[in-house]
């Protein structure tokens, strides 16, 4: 059972996750149909980050999951032996 923290910080998680959902979406799917003169576009960056910043988090992503896997990999070859 989750106590009161990890339930804080699960609606926490999933609250920020739905503000950057809302963002991207606004941004990438309704902000072309909008006049480029309009107010709204000064909220947003440039549409060539659309792209860049997904990309890099990807990038960044599965760099620390190879890093992990590999160090996870290093660590048990290690155990194995140490027990022969």
């Known amino acids: 059972m989750a106590?009161?923290?990890?339930?804080?910080?699960?609606?926490?998680?999933?609250?920020?996750?739905l503000i950057i959902f809302t963002y991207y979406t606004a941004w990438v799917i309704l902000?072309?149909?909008?006049?480029?003169?309009?107010v709204?576009?000064?909220?947003?960056?440039?549409?060539?980050y659309a792209v860049a910043i997904p990309l890099a988090a990807g990038l960044l992503l599965l760099l620390f999951v190879g890093l992990f896997i590999s160090?996870?990999?290093?660590?048990?070859?290690r155990v194995t032996k140490k027990a022969q």
């Open 31 to 38: 902000l072309p149909f909008i006049d480029s003169q309009h």
């Open 71 to 77: 160090y996870v990999m290093l660590k048990s070859k």
């Open 40 to 48: 709204i576009h000064k909220y947003f960056l440039p549409r060539a």
């Open 3 to 17: 106590t009161g923290t990890d339930q804080v910080v699960g609606l926490g998680l999933v609250a920020v996750s």
